[in-house]
């Protein structure tokens, strides 16, 4: 036949002939074309036949002597469906969503649902018949593991991707709540809830009825301070987990504290001052100044309880300034808070900045959950001044360095469907940094630097180190990317220090990847710790493809994520690369930072395979960002490639980064004395380099 074209072949021993036709052809009106010579055929050959039934023809030969042979005409069975792709689970209270993309032919889908990684055996259910799915009666806090195979007449395609979502929901409200109380304080008691909501629990949070002070503590008894002698007070308590707070508990029994003489309260220290009255002998200060680590007095701090607690510290200038003029350059000051709040701001006017940005100041905000670390010097005040008015004196503008971990509720969504959407685990409660310059109404946010600055979040006790991987930034429209990350122990306290060019909301993360081909491959470890902090991706299939040779793009990509920069918008600013393509907003990105440069002609040749000097050339450009270049040898490049036999072979552009990748160690030469500058990188190799340019820059 020539529609469909099949061909069949003759049987001479049983004078018959078989052809299979592809499944939904219409065998009613199937036109045959018979090969046949010195002979004629009836039906004559060419002529539509309805091969519903066998049909017969006759051959007729010279000597007029004949034969029957009978034709039959099957349809092949119906194929099973294509792979479902792009399955995602999210999780919610007692329940996963699963959502993935439609597959042609299908009539069914079975959704298999299982608690251990890879092993699926019965399917939930059988009859689903959309590309989304809802599962209830879930546990809150199991780890389910899921995969849909597409169905129809056929039979069932390939298992999709694996997709891993964690039901979870606030906790219960504590029970149990009983108070007693002491001279300006009292000691809150309560009892755990029994159901904590999947995820362990990482604090409590204590609300007084009057004046609506709050404390927070990490397990019963909590000491609410800030009290006022002679007032009643009751105590209601939320568990908080990583979705947040529960409902409060029932108030606890009423209280009203005294001082021990029965005398009322005061404050007489003026340099710590607090707009909820303590009794100064009894309570500490609610935040401390610190010059070079020392505690001086020279600080003024107010809080507010609105629907979240807030603590704002000042500095005193006029007496810090005293101090820091015996000082030497580089000293660092800290604003530490010393009990528990919602959002933490250091303020300071723009003049006090300026002064400290020719001390070369390194300004640290302190909170029982977080450290930011801030070199003065990234704060350019006058041109802050510009955007917030004309003419605005620098005193009168209010920088504002703040630590946020309470949400609103949209916010709050964007970063849990990130979390889901990223398959990783959140191992402590989403962070927000921030600076602002404020001046009246006019507010300017400060997000970008351009060196990298360290974000110290603390992990709860009950997660293993060995489980933090990375983190990551929640972006505003819920993307997220991933930052280069560290952990480390300081005091007895495990922190993750992130290190990012940007301020945002960090969430720190467990994730792992599993990769079937890298298995004592010699660049295994550099894979799979760049797979599980999301630098690099894996080629489908569970597979890495560690030896194939990567495009251009491919590496600028990864470079890319393995800083942690934020993408820009937009068409990058090459002819050949189309807005719409994957690798627009990567290159963009790359080529914003001055990591490439692209071809004279105004290309980039972004599908071409990326030489060894192409690719040091970008890194080289990545070691100024992350500052490793400014820490390398006063070399010559003659003196760096001496060693190498083949330098002489290499592009005259790319000398200087090959002798700064050299020299710095993030690239290597290949067997003995060669750069092969000409070779490709493969994927094995780019995880190795980023991996070497990121912990030689202490990034990771």
Do not use: C
């Amino acid at each position: 036949f020539a529609s469909p074209a099949v061909t069949g072949t003759v049987n001479e021993a049983t004078y018959t002939v078989a052809i299979t036709v592809p499944y939904g052809t219409n065998v009613t009106a199937l036109t045959p074309t018979i090969s046949f010579r010195g002979a004629s055929i009836s039906p004559n050959s060419g002529v539509s036949q309805n091969f519903t039934s066998p049909v017969i023809y006759t051959v007729t030969a010279a000597d007029n002597t004949t034969q029957n042979y009978v034709v039959t005409v099957t349809a092949a069975a119906n194929p099973a469906p294509a792979i479902p792709q792009h399955l995602t689970a999210d999780g919610a209270n007692s329940q996963v969503t699963l959502n993935w993309d439609t597959v042609t032919g299908a009539t069914y889908y079975s959704v298999y649902l299982s608690t251990v990684q890879g092993l699926f055996t019965e399917p939930a259910d059988a009859t689903v018949t959309g590309a989304t799915y809802n599962i209830t009666g879930l546990t809150n806090g199991t780890t389910y593991y899921f995969i849909v195979k597409a169905g129809n007449s056929g039979g069932l395609s390939a298992a999709s991707n694996e997709a891993i979502a964690t039901p979870a929901a606030v906790p219960d409200a504590p029970i149990h709540v009983t108070a007693v109380a002491g001279d300006g304080q009292a000691n809150v008691s309560f009892t755990a809830p029994t159901d904590h909501g999947g995820y362990a629990i990482t604090s409590y949070e204590v609300t007084a009825s009057t004046g609506g002070i709050v404390r927070s503590g990490a397990s019963s008894p909590i000491t609410v301070t800030g009290l006022t002698n002679g007032v009643s007070y009751t105590f209601t308590v939320k568990a908080i987990n990583q979705v947040g707070r529960s409902m409060a508990s029932a108030a606890s029994n009423a209280v009203i504290p005294s001082s021990p003489s029965g005398g009322g309260n005061n404050n007489d220290d003026d340099d710590n001052s607090s707009s909820n009255n303590s009794n100064s002998e009894t309570v500490a200060p609610l935040a401390d100044i610190l010059l070079n680590h020392q505690v001086i007095h020279a600080g003024a701090v107010t809080t507010t309880d609105h629907d979240h607690t807030m603590l704002t510290i000042v500095v005193d200038q006029t007496k810090l300034e005293n101090r820091l003029a015996a000082e030497e350059q580089g000293v660092i000051i800290t604003y530490r808070a010393n009990s528990s709040f919602d959002r933490v701001v250091a303020e300071m006017d723009g003049q006090w900045v300026k002064s400290m940005v020719k001390k070369q100041a390194v300004i640290t905000l302190k909170t029982d959950q977080a450290s930011y670390v801030l070199p003065v010097q990234q704060i350019n005040i006058e041109a802050l001044a510009s955007q917030v008015g004309e003419s605005v004196a620098l005193q009168d503008i209010k920088l504002k360095i703040e630590i946020n971990t309470q949400f609103a509720q949209d916010k709050a969504k964007t970063i849990e469907e990130a979390v889901s959407k990223g398959m990783f685990t959140l191992l402590a409660p989403p962070i927000e940094f921030i600076i602002q310059a404020t001046y009246g109404d006019a507010t300017v946010v400060v997000s970008k630097f351009n060196t990298f600055l360290e974000h110290w979040v603390a992990i709860p006790d009950n997660v293993n180190p060995d489980s933090v991987t990375t983190a990551v930034v929640v972006e505003p429209d819920g993307i997220f990317r991933t930052v280069p990350t560290q952990v480390a122990v300081i005091e007895g306290q495990l922190y993750a220090k992130v290190n990012s060019l940007t301020n945002g909301t960090f969430a720190i993360v467990s994730h792992s990847t599993e990769f079937s081909d890298v298995t004592s491959h010699w660049a295994e470890q550099s894979i799979r710790d760049m797979g599980a902090r999301m630098i690099v991706m894996g080629a489908g299939n569970n597979s890495y493809e560690p030896d194939r040779e990567i495009t251009r793009a491919e590496f600028a990509a990864i470079l890319v994520r393995g800083l942690g920069l934020p993408l820009e918008n937009g068409a990058a600013p090459f002819s050949d690369i189309p807005p719409a393509a994957w690798f627009n907003n990567v290159v963009h990105t790359a080529y914003t930072y001055h990591l490439l440069a692209g071809f004279e002609d105004g290309t980039f040749h972004p599908k071409d395979t990326i030489t060894r000097e192409q690719a040091m050339l970008m890194i080289s450009r990545a070691m100024t960002l992350t500052g490793l270049k400014a820490n390398l040898p006063g070399q010559s490049v003659d003196e760096a490639l001496l060693p190498y036999t083949d330098a002489a072979s290499a592009s005259d552009w790319a000398l200087g980064g090959i002798a700064d990748s050299i020299q710095a160690g993030v690239i290597q030469g290949k067997s003995g004395a060669k750069l092969a500058p000409q070779d490709f990188v493969t994927r094995a190799e780019v995880a190795t380099i980023v991996q070497r340019l990121l912990q030689l820059s202490d990034l990771i």
